[in-house]
C-alpha cells in the first residue's frame, strides 16, 4: 500500500522560506514521478509543482519559478519543496502526489496516491 506523508509545514511570516518534506513508502519511490499541489480556502487544488523518478525532469507552475525548489532524494524515499520569499497568497493546504509513471506532470488527475496535507499559513 503506498502512503505519502507531508511535513514540514506550519506559521511563518512573509517572506520567510519552509522546507516541506514527503515521506513514500510503499512501493519503489524512485520508479515514479512526483508532485506538489495546494488548495487553498473555498479554492481548487492547484498545480505547484512535479520532478521525475530520477529528479533530472522538474516543472513549475509559472508563478512560482524562481521561488520554489522541487527535489527528491532516491536513497531516503522523500521528496522536498523548498519555498522561499513566502507570500500571504502562498498560504494552503499542500499534498504531494505519486504517480504511476516516470515523468511528471501538472494535472491532478495524472497522480494516483495523495499525502493528508499539511498546512502551511503565511501571516502579513
Known amino acids: 500500500q503506498v502512503q505519502l506523508v507531508e511535513s514540514g509545514g506550519g506559521l511563518v511570516q512573509a517572506g520567510d522560506s519552509l522546507r516541506l518534506s514527503c515521506a513514500a513508502s510503499?512501493?519503489?519511490?524512485?520508479?515514479?514521478?512526483m508532485g506538489w499541489f495546494r488548495q487553498a480556502p473555498g479554492k481548487e487544488r492547484e498545480f505547484v509543482s512535479a520532478?521525475?523518478?530520477?529528479?533530472?525532469?522538474?516543472y513549475y507552475a509559472d508563478s512560482l519559478k524562481g521561488r520554489f525548489t522541487i527535489s527528491r532524494d532516491n536513497a531516503k524515499n522523500t521528496m522536498y519543496l523548498q519555498m522561499s520569499s513566502l507570500k500571504p497568497e502562498d498560504t494552503a493546504v499542500y499534498y504531494c502526489?505519486?504517480?504511476?509513471?516516470?515523468?511528471?506532470?501538472?494535472?491532478?488527475?495524472?497522480?494516483?496516491?495523495w499525502g493528508q496535507g499539511t498546512q502551511v499559513t503565511v501571516s502579513s
Open positions: 510503499g512501493r519503489t519511490f524512485s520508479n515514479y514521478g
Open positions: 520532478i521525475s523518478w530520477s529528479g533530472g525532469g522538474t
Open positions: 502526489a505519486s504517480r504511476n509513471s516516470r515523468g511528471y506532470s501538472d494535472y491532478v488527475g495524472d497522480y494516483n496516491y
